[in-house]
DNA sequence: TGCCAGGCCCTCTTTAGGGCCTT
């Protein structure tokens, strides 16, 4: 059965452009709509985290201090996610700080990206808004932990992702659901969303 | 304190502007 690795970073800010950089990472692993492992780690990026991040986060400079290396943490992370396809929300995000923090230590970061942010939009046209909070609220999914930490966040969008998982199985009758197909799903007009998936699914059967 | 980005998406659009989403 295949794999997909969750991903949420913790920084100092919005862009490593601009030179932000990674204090925590965590990679929740889901197979068949569980977690089946966890990675979480802060890191020491030498840089110092601004009063509204610790406030927004709770990560303290005296935490990021205490950290091992980003580059050792970087290493590892890579070393866990060993080339599965990666979701994250707001996958973006996530993914240029993968890329940049990865080029650091001259580790490859070409990892397909899916994002649950594309996804909601395609599958839950009806939510309010597509911030993880309100979708894990409307789903009523298990909480696990303080919003924005890494770890709390990640697993928190892998429920999120194994429910869309769960929604397309039931609603539209599929029985394989890869990387692959949330990758065209998020890659289709929100008017087409309907016709792909009953191409997709070979049309077994279809609620639209 | 407030700003810093960027890809996606919508619409009173497409020769553009602004909101969403992430920290």
Redesign the pocket.
């Given at each position: 059965m295949s794999s997909i690795a969750i991903i949420?970073?913790?920084?100092?800010?919005?862009?490593p452009?601009?030179?932000?950089r990674a204090?925590?990472v965590a990679i929740v692993m889901l197979e068949g709509g569980q977690v089946v492992d966890r990675f979480q780690s802060l890191m020491n990026a030498g840089v110092r985290v601004?009063?509204?991040?610790t406030q927004?986060?709770g990560?303290t400079n005296e935490m990021v201090q205490a950290a091992p290396p980003a580059e050792q943490v970087m290493r590892e992370a890579a070393r866990f996610v060993a080339g599965r396809p990666m979701v994250?929300?707001?996958a973006?995000?996530?993914k240029?700080f993968w890329q940049a923090e990865l080029a650091r230590c001259g580790q490859d970061a070409s990892h397909p990206y899916a994002?649950t942010?594309?996804l909601?939009?395609?599958l839950y046209?009806q939510?309010p808004?597509?911030?993880?909070?309100?979708?894990a609220a409307l789903h009523h999914l298990p909480s696990s932990g303080r919003a924005?930490r890494?770890l709390a966040?990640a697993e928190m969008a892998a429920h999120l992702l194994a429910q869309m998982q769960h929604d397309l199985r039931t609603r539209y009758g599929f029985t394989e659901l890869d990387h692959a197909l949330l990758m065209g799903l998020?890659?289709?007009?929100?008017?087409q969303v309907g016709a792909y998936l009953k191409a997709r699914v070979g049309g077994l059967r279809s609620s639209i």
């Open positions: 949420d970073f913790e920084t100092t800010g919005i862009s452009n601009m030179g932000d204090t925590e601004n009063s509204f991040i927004f986060t990560i994250a929300h707001n973006a995000f996530d240029k994002c942010v594309l909601s939009r395609r046209p939510a808004n597509h911030k993880l909070g309100t979708l924005h890494a966040d998020q890659r289709t007009s929100r008017y």
